[in-house]
């Protein structure tokens, strides 16, 4: 089936790293992603990692994925407060010509 | 020069009323869809066209019909509105399983 599942709530201290978790059913997806949703605005691509990858690094930005444990997880160094948003996991199924979003970790920074 | 670009941004119109979304991209992609944005920020797919082709129609009710001019253009148009389609509404393409791009929303408020 088609399901990705994150946690909806994650209050950080500013200065402190972020890590969003996300777990997925599909294991035929081979892209995953990572979008950003400020208050009252569209969907930014933060970052997307091809399944055949463990690691990507961007900046601030670092995701992990387990593949075996069909888990992904986006890492925001030093967080700031700009980083206060709604962040979604997507998946891409091979078999399906569409992205399937988890339902959104909203992240809160604490000063 | 927006990417994915939708009008109107907002859209506040009584129960019973048939309205119209329109979304246009100008990067060339083969593939369009509709997302449904609710309350509680759950994202899901409605309907995708493939160069003017409908490929994905999700359990939407038939009142909501997608019309797709030309491969830039994908509209949504919604008849005899109810409270219960209030929501945000996203456009987005796609030219490979990398690359969805979304348009910032509408907001679409049923009073």
């Known amino acids: 089936g088609e399901d990705v599942e994150q946690s909806l709530f994650l209050s950080v201290r500013e200065g402190d790293s972020s890590v969003i978790n996300c777990t997925y059913t599909d294991s035929s997806s081979t892209y995953l992603y990572w979008y950003k949703q400020e208050p009252g605005a569209g969907l930014q691509l933060l970052t997307y990692i091809f399944s055949n990858m463990d690691m990507k690094q961007d900046q601030r930005l670092t995701v992990l994925l387990n593949k075996k444990d069909k888990h992904l997880s986006l890492r925001i160094a030093d967080t700031q407060t700009g980083d206060s948003a709604i962040y979604f996991c997507a998946e891409s199924p091979s078999s399906a010509s569409k992205i399937i979003f988890g339902s959104g970790t909203r992240l809160s920074i604490r000063p | 020069d927006t990417a994915v670009s939708q009008t109107p941004k907002y859209l506040v119109t009584q129960m019973g009323n048939d309205k119209s979304i329109k979304c246009e991209q100008n990067?060339?992609?083969?593939?369009m869809y509709w997302y449904k944005q609710d309350s509680k920020k759950f994202l899901k797919i409605m309907f995708s066209y493939n160069n003017k082709e409908l490929i994905i129609n999700e359990t939407v009710p038939n009142r909501f019909s997608p019309k797709s001019p030309d491969k830039a253009h994908l509209n949504l148009h919604i008849n005899s509105l109810e409270l219960g389609d209030s929501a945000v509404y996203f456009c987005?393409?796609?030219?490979?399983?990398?690359?969805?791009?979304f348009g910032s929303g509408t907001r679409l408020t049923v009073v």
């Open positions: 987005a393409s796609r030219h490979d399983s990398y690359g969805y791009t």
């Open positions: 990067l060339g992609h083969d593939t």
